[in-house]
């Protein structure tokens, strides 16, 4: 009963009642006229009070007004029902709308196998579960050898067809070896393992790809035999994202198609073992970011004037675990994981900044700084030389910039382009481990270059060698010769210094006269040489000190 008003009053209840009202009024006013008496209000009190089927009829207002409440009660159920009805199918359909779209993104429509966008959001996140729990993650990408001849000869429906029956062959080859198989795009297709054991895992997934491709194709009366070329890669040897992965077995792929089809794995430059090395990039990073490299600074002297010519800026890093470690432990590491130019403007920043207050001190002399070959091919090297010149007020020409012989000579347009630049600002280009590349001369007249460096493994056996002897002496005679000031490394002995002064070497560095230090002790190894070697200097002033 509640609920038929829980709608409150509706408004056929009203109707019904007040028409039910007239009803009753209309046969009381009949009875009335119909017994031949006056219509008064008093005969019509009578009436109804003495005719049982008026009273009856009296409660005919309530009835009907209760039945039209109900029956509009029922109504609106009804609707609100059939309302409800339809937003449920829409609902429905929307969602298996959605469910369509989202298949069709991650889906590739000819054959149903994932496509290139999904596959590469699945393996990012494959890797990054390989990263939390240490293990590795193999790609292969397979590619249809001669495919663009099938489109070509038998038209492009021919070749999807070919597409769809390699998508079922390659899909049950891979099946319960969960992994993802997903067609790359064109006829290539890529398939991401979780967890790989070995690479001997990898060869024989490679290997039953290749072999379901082996029986021929059958098209309608057409019968082709089908090849593919496969290359494969590896977390974290080969790369660590998803992109980077794909495209290294990719790389391989092509390098296993140009050998005549295939498969090949990504040859690592990186050892396997070497998991520690992501960590050392990450830590290198911060290492860069909070100072803990140190600059050494090792001394160059003017042999024949016998004054301090400048120092050699020397990267090391004060690890916090590991220890002291020198260059060599981590600079390859930097030029693998991209870091070197950071690491390269840490180090011009700090030798300028020493340099500067050694000028501030009276000692006006050099700084040279070692450049990789990464670094030199930044078009905005130069530029960013330029700045921080002017930062640390140095004037150009007391920078040199060391670039080994191999470098300069690998990409020798490129660095001709960076060297002419910096050479234009004034700055100092040295050849540095002169003796181990394979200079071209034509290439060297060109270079504008200041000076080469003779490798110290010439240098250290000159003495009881006559060959490296004979090549020190040939090197500082070039040099000369090219106009380039000749520079000794690697002197030990007080024997190695005077010879190379009487063949004539400009600038002589080794330990003999100086390790590398850092700026404190360089400081005092200054004060010290001065003591010894210009003590009249020091009683005229500061004025005599260093070429520059
Ligand atoms: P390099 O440029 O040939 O530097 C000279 C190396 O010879 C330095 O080794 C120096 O400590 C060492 N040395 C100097 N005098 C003597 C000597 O009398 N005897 C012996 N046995 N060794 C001597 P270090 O500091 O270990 O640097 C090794 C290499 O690391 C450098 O060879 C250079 O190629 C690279 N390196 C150092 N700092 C940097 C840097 O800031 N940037 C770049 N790109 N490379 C750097
Ligand atoms: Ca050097
Ligand atoms: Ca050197």
């Not at 990186?270 to 909070?290: F, G, K, Y």
């Not at 030389?385 to 990409?411: F, G, K, Q």
């Amino acid at each position: 009963m509640t609920s038929i008003f829980s709608g409150g009053l509706s408004r056929y209840a009203l109707y019904g009642f007040a028409i039910a009202v007239i009803a009753v009024l209309m046969a009381t006013v009949a009875a009335v006229m119909l017994s031949g008496k006056a219509l008064t209000l008093a005969n019509l009190y009578a009436a109804q009070a003495s005719n049982p089927m008026l009273m009856a009829l009296d409660l005919m207002p309530f009835i009907f007004a209760l039945w039209a409440q109900g029956l509009a009660a029922g109504f609106s159920d009804e609707k609100a029902g059939a309302r409800s009805k339809k937003t449920d199918t829409e609902q429905s359909e929307k969602l298996a709308l959605k469910a369509e779209a989202r298949r069709l993104e991650q889906e590739d429509t000819l054959t149903g196998l994932a496509n290139r966008a999904h596959f590469l959001q699945q393996l990012d996140a494959s890797l990054r579960d390989a990263e939390l729990n240490r293990t590795r993650v193999g790609v292969i990408v397979l590619d249809l050898d001669g495919f663009s001849e099938v489109n070509d000869q038998f038209g492009a429906a021919t070749g999807d067809r070919v597409l769809k029956s390699v998508a079922r062959r390659l899909s049950n080859a891979t099946e319960n070896t969960g992994s993802i198989l997903a067609r790359l795009g064109g006829n290539s297709f890529g398939l991401a393992i979780d967890a790989l054991q070995s690479t001997q895992a990898l060869e024989d997934l490679a290997q039953r790809m290749r072999d379901v491709l082996v029986p021929p194709c059958t098209l309608d009366k057409l019968s082709l035999n089908l090849a593919a070329s496969v290359g494969g890669a590896v977390y974290p040897d080969n790369a660590t994202d998803s992109f980077g992965l794909v495209n290294a077995a990719d790389g391989a792929m092509q390098h296993a198609k140009a050998g005549g089809g295939g498969f090949e794995l990504v040859q690592t430059a990186i050892p396997v073992e070497d998991a520690e090395m992501h960590s050392l990039s990450a830590e290198l990073r911060t290492a860069i970011e909070q100072d803990q490299l140190v600059l050494y600074l090792q001394p160059l002297i003017d042999v024949q004037a016998d004054e301090v010519h400048g120092v050699e800026a020397l990267v090391r890093w004060q690890h916090p675990r590991r220890g002291f470690l020198p260059p060599g432990e981590f600079i390859p590491r930097a030029e693998r994981a991209g870091l070197m130019n950071e690491l390269s403007k840490w180090v011009l920043r700090r030798a300028l900044e020493y340099n500067a207050a050694l000028r501030k001190q009276g000692w006006s002399i050099g700084v040279s700084v070692n450049l990789s070959a990464r670094s030199l091919l930044d078009p905005d090297f130069p530029d960013l030389l330029a700045d921080l010149l002017a930062t640390y007020e140095v004037p150009s020409e007391v920078l040199t910039i060391e670039i080994t012989e191999d470098t300069l000579m690998s990409d020798q347009r490129r660095t001709m382009d960076v060297v002419t630049r910096v050479s234009n600002m004034g700055i100092h280009i040295s050849i540095d481990d002169f003796g181990t590349g394979y200079s071209q001369l034509t290439y060297l007249k060109r270079l504008p270059a200041s000076e080469i460096k003779i490798d110290r493994s010439f240098v250290t056996d000159m003495l009881e060698s006559d060959t490296d002897m004979a090549i020190v002496k040939a090197t500082i005679e070039l040099g000369h010769a090219l106009g380039l000031r000749a520079v000794a490394e690697g002197i030990e002995y007080e024997n190695q210094s005077v010879k190379l002064r009487e063949l004539g070497c400009d600038i002589i560095q080794g330990y003999y006269m100086g390790r590398p230090m850092p700026y404190d002790k360089l400081c005092e190894w200054l004060a010290e040489w001065q003591l010894h070697h210009q003590p009249e200097a020091m009683a005229v002033g500061e004025s005599a000190r260093g070429s520059y």
